[in-house]
T-cell receptor, first 117, second 114 residues
Framework: AQKITQTQPGMFVQEKEAVTLDCTYDTSDPSYGLFWYKQPSSGEMIFLIYQGSYDQQNATEGRYSLNFQKARKSANLVISASQLGDSAMYFCAMREVRGTSYGKLTFGQGTILTVHP | NAGVTQTPKFRVLKTGQSMTLLCAQDMNHEYMYWYRQDPGMGLRLIHYSVGEGTTAKGEVPDGYNVSRLKKQNFLLGLESAAPSQTSVYFC?????????????FGEGSRLTVL
């Protein structure tokens, strides 16, 4: 069974600084995908970034990058130049890429990020 | 372009009452999912559907039923609500297939069972 662990219940960062949100995962499947979602206080779930297990390079999307270390089974989210609007809950999620997974995501517990001015 | 729409957004029930949450999507996605979100537990999959007329159990299916009579709609039912079902419920969709991409979520429905 796959499992996602986010060990940081809360993180604080100063505006304009970079922050890393940790995510470790466990799966026996060789093919899988890793996702990060943002949930602001308004409650909606916003997709941020995706990394495939066979991707050679770390994924990047604007100020978001995914530090993928396959051997350590970690998929940390790095937010550069933090902004006040980055304050939110962040979820790491994983999907096994096989016919019977049907796109289901398994989520971690989430990390609340607070950006201070 | 509404995307994924959930109704109602808020509901308060008494223990033992029944209700149905409706998820409607206009993206022509094959797969649909119902998750619940509880503090400290992330999102957990209740039921999902891989196409019209199909449903399957997720991680926490007990106390819930689902139906997908039309491709665009996925209904989540609580036959006899319990306080443990107090939660925020999210519907999500995805394109389907082996490389199905990210999930697209509705805005959530907050349910309180007294």
């Amino acid at each position: 069974a796959q499992k996602i662990t986010q060990t940081q219940p809360g993180m604080f960062v100063q505006e304009k600084e970079a922050v890393t949100l940790d995510c470790t995962y466990d799966t026996s499947d060789p093919s899988y995908g890793l996702f990060w979602y943002k949930q602001p206080s308004s409650g909606e779930m916003i997709f941020l970034i995706y990394q495939g297990s066979y991707d050679q390079q770390n994924a990047t999307e604007g100020r978001y990058s995914l530090n993928f270390q396959k051997a350590r089974k970690s998929a940390n989210l790095v937010i550069s130049a933090s902004q006040l609007g980055d304050s939110a809950m962040y979820f790491c999620a994983m999907r096994e890429v096989r016919g019977t997974s049907y796109g289901k995501l398994t989520f971690g517990q989430g990390t609340i990020l607070t950006v201070h001015p | 372009n509404a995307g994924v729409t959930q109704t109602p957004k808020f509901r308060v029930l008494k223990t033992g009452q029944s209700m149905t949450l409706l998820c409607a999507q206009d993206m022509n996605h094959e797969y649909m999912y119902w998750y619940r979100q509880d503090p400290g537990m992330g999102l957990r999959l209740i039921h999902y559907s891989v196409g019209e007329g199909t449903t399957a159990k997720g991680e926490v299916p007990d106390g819930y039923n689902v139906s997908r009579l039309k491709k665009q709609n996925f209904l989540l039912g609580l036959e006899s609500a319990a306080p443990s079902q107090t939660s925020v419920y999210f519907c999500a969709t995805s394109r389907g297939g082996l490389h199905t991409g990210e999930l697209f979520f509705g805005e959530g429905s907050r349910l309180t069972v007294l």
